[in-house]
C-alpha cells in the first residue's frame, strides 16, 4: 500500500482492507510515496519482493470486498501467461461467457509503439513473477513521467503477458482527487465501477 496525497481516506481504506481476508497473504505498508513518487516505489517494492508468486500492490483510496484476495489468487492461477491481475474492472464490461469471472484487458498501441487506450487503472495490481523477472530484465527508465500504471502497462503487454480484471470487481475505488495532477475533480463513471459486489 502506499500512502499518497489522498489522506483522507486512508482510514477508511485500512479498515476496510483489516477486515477482508488476508490469511493468504502478508501485508507490508510503505509510506515513501513522497520521496520515491509512484514509478519508483513501484520499482522499488518489484525488487523488494522479486522471489514471490504473486506480489498485490494496492493504493490507499479504496475499499475491499471482505474475499478480494481469495478470489484474486483463485482466478490468477486460471489465466495462462498472467502479468497483471485488478480486481477492479473501470470499464464495467459485460460478463465474457467463455471465461465468466475474468476479461483481459491488453491496451492499445500506437504506430509508434506507445499507450493509445490505457485498460486498466493503477488501485489495485497482482503481478505474476513472470512479469516481476521480465521487467528486471528490461531498462525499466525508458518511459518518461511518473503514470505507473500506464508505463508498466506497456512493458506487460510489450514482453507478451496477459493483462486481466475480475468480473465482477473485488474493490471499489472511493477517491475523486487526481493523485498526479492535485485539485483535479476525477469523480466520474470511468473512476467507479459499477459492477463492484460491495464490502461484505
Known amino acids: 500500500m502506499t500512502i499518497g496525497k489522498d489522506r483522507e481516506y486512508y482510514n477508511r481504506s485500512l479498515n476496510s482492507l483489516l477486515n477482508s481476508d488476508l490469511s493468504k497473504g502478508d501485508l507490508y505498508i510503505f509510506y515513501d510515496i513522497h520521496k520515491y513518487k509512484t514509478k519508483r516505489m513501484f520499482i522499488k517494492i518489484i525488487k523488494l519482493f522479486k522471489d514471490y508468486d504473486y506480489v498485490v500492490i494496492i493504493q490507499d483510496d479504496i475499499i475491499y470486498n471482505k474475499n478480494w484476495l481469495n ?33 483481459k484487458r491488453n491496451p492499445k498501441i500506437n504506430l509508434s509503439g506507445k499507450i493509445s ?20 530484465k528490461l531498462n525499466l527508465n525508458k518511459y518518461s513521467g511518473n503514470c505507473y500504471d500506464s508505463c508498466f502497462q506497456g512493458y506487460c503487454h510489450n514482453l507478451g503477458l496477459t493483462i486481466a480484471a475480475t468480473n465482477p470487481s473485488y474493490v471499489e475505488h472511493i477517491g475523486i482527487k487526481s493523485i498526479v495532477k492535485l485539485g483535479k475533480s476525477r469523480n466520474s463513471s470511468g473512476y467507479r465501477s459499477k459492477n463492484f459486489i460491495g464490502e461484505m
Open 71 to 103: 478470489a484474486l489468487l483463485d482466478i490468477a492461477i486460471k489465466i495462462e501467461n498472467l502479468g497483471i491481475l485488478t480486481p477492479w474492472d473501470r470499464i464495467n464490461h459485460k460478463i465474457n461467457p467463455e471465461n465468466s469471472d475474468w476479461i
Open 117 to 136: 487506450n490505457c485498460k486498466i487503472g493503477g488501485i489495485c495490481w497482482l503481478i505474476t513473477k513472470k512479469f516481476i523477472d521480465g521487467l528486471l
